[in-house]
């Protein structure tokens, strides 16, 4: 985890974030968000910068205590005029797909995530998955089309045949994102199984039929939380 102190900024914006949609308060604490019990949010290193000009790379750990097998890290990406626009856009973005998936595993009460049995046609066989919310980005009459196509589609078995038992190391939990869409005719699709590119779901994801605009761009993400005991 990162301590590059000058991305600590962002922080305020994931406190503000978090509390907006989550039963329990959130407040920044040093180099942190702290939440209820252990819970907390930590700048993520998955890059060379935990946060740069829009890009953001958040950990949401389930106990501080435990954080190497309860940690999940997203990166994100915001748009807009000013630093302070494209933060707070990035942080939005993650609050709606990733945090909004990790609460409802915290929560459990229906009100930030779907939540998918280990039988499910939906989901992933023989786990609980939770999927957060669906946001999309684009521009020109079709950038909305790729979201829009994500809202009917069953990701989690669209890439299932590709991620091996093994993969999915213990009880939980297991953090996916999900990042495609297309610009002017290039297609680009990435799948992150706990932060690590999983090549062959990403294969699966952009051989999909989801619609690719004849001109601007649409493009989609969103996460999932994969829990043995969810």
Not at 93 to 110: H, K, N, P, Q, S
Not at 173 to 196: C, L, M, T, Y
Not at 204 to 229: C, I, K, M, N, Q
Request: net charge negative; glycine share 12%.
């Amino acid at each position: 985890m990162s301590e590059d102190r000058a991305g600590l900024d962002v922080l305020p914006f994931v406190a503000r974030r978090l509390n907006d949609t989550s039963s329990a308060r959130w407040h920044v604490k040093g180099d942190r968000v702290r939440g209820p019990g252990k819970a907390a949010v930590v700048l993520g290193s998955g890059h060379e910068h935990a946060v740069s000009d829009g890009h953001v790379d958040l950990a949401f750990v389930l106990d501080t205590d435990r954080p190497d097998s309860t940690t999940l890290c997203d990166c994100v990406s915001g748009t807009g005029a000013t630093r302070e626009e494209r933060l707070e856009s990035a942080v939005r973005a993650w609050g709606t797909t990733t945090a909004a998936a990790v609460l409802e595993l915290l929560e459990g009460r229906g009100w930030h995530g779907e939540r998918f049995a280990p039988d499910d046609p939906k989901g992933f066989t023989g786990w609980h998955s939770i999927q957060g919310g669906v946001v999309g980005a684009g521009t020109g009459p079709e950038r909305q089309a790729v979201m829009m196509w994500a809202g009917r589609q069953a990701l989690l078995r669209l890439i299932a045949p590709t991620v091996t038992e093994e993969q999915l190391n213990g009880p939980g939990p297991i953090g996916i994102k999900f990042f495609w869409g297309s610009s002017h005719g290039k297609d680009v699709a990435e799948v992150r199984i706990n932060s690590q590119d999983h090549a062959p779901a990403a294969a699966a994801l952009l051989a999909a039929d989801w619609p690719r605009p004849e001109s601007g761009a649409s493009y989609a993400r969103t996460y999932f939380v994969l829990d043995r005991r969810a």
